[in-house]
């Protein structure tokens, strides 16, 4: 059975030291009073002990049990329950939430911290908070007073949970052709008929009341994607207290059986003239709902890393104890650990400064929302949104091949189910694929936040890498500012290209970017290092991953500058029938 000790040394680190939040929530009148670096530590301790206690230990209990429908209802595995009462009860449903309507109101930066933990102990576990922290998002930004007030409290304080219903069968990333229909009613409500599928947590009995997000087509709707409208429509209609009352007409087909993440109840959800209410404007319901996706993508960065950090913490483990081979001639009928061999050290690192520039990264791209949020500044928003496609895939490509590099870790041992590196392989498998895949994550970062504006939000922030880079006394900032500057000039070559060709550089683009950005992560990490003991094994680490990045990781960049310089047009060569 894997095992999981939250990385608190290495969060409070990027928290404090590399980017300094706990001086900037000091600045901010929301804030300053409610948080500050000992509460935080606090906090990420509490959330430490539940998910090493009550969650990860039974991940692969979890995976066994799975949700299971019958007669209609969907139960979760017995210890979901318990741990889900207890993130409950401590206010972890609501950490990010609006105070106003009973949220705790922390920074985003702190919460997506807890959410990288949620995600190691149990990536399916996580997925039930996580969508109705998303839901919240969508509906604090875009419902009505009457609706927050009703709702949001109720779903920040656990007792009822959230789902975003956007998938048919027939509809996938082209939700344009989706068949389901919204009816006017006489009361202003809509009648919401049509199927939805691959809704995660859409029918389970962890809360009270379920409320689905959900996207359909009014009668006088305009063809395609703009004639979208979003709604909401809760598994039981509020009484006139409030309270879970009739049952809507909503109800659980069938749930999915998958790969990985089994304790997520994956659901084909019927819409049978069910009750729903407008969410934002007529057919402005893709715009609304973007708004939570855009959460969960940064939620799925969170998935590719949790999983990746307990894969790195078991392969580490067992590294240090399996013994196999020699690496020296001093005694021939002596095996040592396997972590002195070349190769498992090359994996381990591999791993290792992926998590921590991820880690970096995550909290980077959560203290800009937080800036968009608190200082209403618009270059924070908008290099938020930026970079949002790249903490979507990047974070879970490096998820995945962390996964399955800590598997190979194990030899034939992770290939068995009881030490638990198959389940981890599994489950973080789907963050790849859903929210977007990524592909539909390059062509977005590619055409959409890059090409969009000829790549000036993206080389503003080059420009500004550099400057800092200019000024500083790290060794490797001479290296990372050559990268930026053929970046930039790459930039300038592949916004001016037609969208096909664009379209076939993105996804080879987005990760040029990112190894970048990763670099960029590793000078903040080295220059933060200063204010600490320099003889500390934590200092040492980290010099020596950074090290490893720039010398071993890094130049794996080089190939993408030289793919990308060359024609794209041989990607469509081959005519359909001869592949």
Not at 11 to 25: A, K, M, S, T
Not at 328 to 339: M, Q, V
Not at 439 to 446: E, R, V, Y
Request: glycine share 8%; hydrophobic share 40%; net charge negative.
């Amino acid at each position: 059975m894997s095992q999981y000790q939250a990385p608190i040394d290495d969060i409070c680190f990027n928290l404090f030291n590399v980017w300094q939040l706990d001086q900037y929530w000091q600045q901010q009148a929301e804030l300053k009073e409610l948080i500050e670096a000992d509460t935080a530590k606090a906090i990420l301790q509490e959330a430490a002990k539940i998910c090493e206690q009550q969650i990860a230990p039974f991940a692969s209990v979890a995976d066994q049990q799975g949700a299971q429908l019958k007669d209609g209802a969907v139960t979760l595995p017995q210890h979901y329950y318990t741990a889900y009462q207890s993130l409950a009860d401590g206010g972890w449903t609501g950490l990010s939430g609006a105070a106003e309507y009973g949220g705790m109101g922390m920074p985003k930066a702190l919460s997506m911290m807890v959410d990288e933990m949620l995600c190691s102990a149990d990536i399916a576990f996580s997925l039930y908070p996580g969508l109705t922290a998303g839901a919240c998002v969508a509906l604090l930004q875009h419902a009505d007073e009457a609706t927050k007030t009703l709702y949001l409290p109720k779903m920040y304080s656990g007792e009822w949970s959230g789902t975003m219903c956007l998938t048919e069968a027939h509809a996938g990333s082209d939700l344009g052709i989706m068949r389901t229909t919204a009816k006017p009613l006489d009361d202003g409500g809509y009648a919401i008929s049509g199927s939805k599928i691959f809704i995660t947590a859409g029918e389970h009995d962890l809360t009270s009341n379920i409320i689905h997000l959900v996207l359909a087509k009014l009668p006088d709707a305009p063809a395609g994607s703009r004639g979208i409208s979003l709604f909401l429509v809760p598994k039981y209609l509020p009484d006139a207290a409030g309270k879970p009352g009739k049952r809507n007409a909503v109800s659980v087909g069938s749930i999915e059986h998958k790969m990985g993440i089994n304790g997520s109840a994956t659901c084909v959800l019927n819409f049978d003239g069910a009750t729903g209410y407008l969410i934002g404007e007529p057919h402005r319901g893709l715009a609304c709902m973007f708004t939570m996706m855009n959460y969960e993508r940064l939620a799925m960065g969170s998935q590719g890393l949790g999983a990746a950090e307990r894969a790195y913490q078991n392969a580490l483990s067992y590294a240090k104890e399996r013994l196999q081979g020699r690496i020296s001639e001093k005694d021939a009928n002596k095996a040592e650990p396997i972590i002195g061999h070349a190769d498992v050290r090359r994996m381990l690192l591999n791993i290792k400064t992926s998590n921590e520039a991820g880690r970096t990264f995550a909290t980077w791209v959560a203290s800009l929302l937080d800036k968009a949020k608190y200082d209403n500044c618009a270059v924070s928003a908008s290099r938020a949104n930026l970079l949002t496609p790249i903490a979507k895939a990047f974070m879970t490509d490096q998820g995945f091949d962390a996964c399955v590099s800590a598997q190979q870790v194990f030899g034939g041992h992770g290939y068995v189910k009881e030490w638990g590196m198959e389940q981890l392989v599994r489950d973080v498998r789907i963050a790849q694929i859903y929210e977007g895949t990524n592909g539909i994550q390059a062509l977005d970062f590619m055409l959409r936040k890059v090409a969009v504006d000829q790549g000036e939000t993206l080389q503003a922030l080059l420009a500004d890498i550099a400057t800092e880079l200019a000024r500083a006394p790290v060794a490797q900032a001479a290296a990372l500012t050559s990268y930026v500057s053929r970046l930039q000039q790459l930039t300038k070559v592949l916004v001016n290209q037609d969208s096909r060709a664009q379209s076939a550089n993105a996804y080879d683009f987005l990760t040029l970017v990112s190894y970048v950005i990763y670099g960029y992560m590793w000078y903040k990490n080295l220059a933060a290092l200063s204010a600490l003991e320099q003889d500390s094994d934590f200092v040492k680490a980290k010099q020596g991953s950074a090290a490893y990045y720039f010398n071993r990781v890094l130049p794996k960049a080089d190939g993408l500058f030289a793919l990308l310089s060359h024609d794209s047009d041989a990607i469509d060569k081959l005519a359909a029938e001869q592949f």
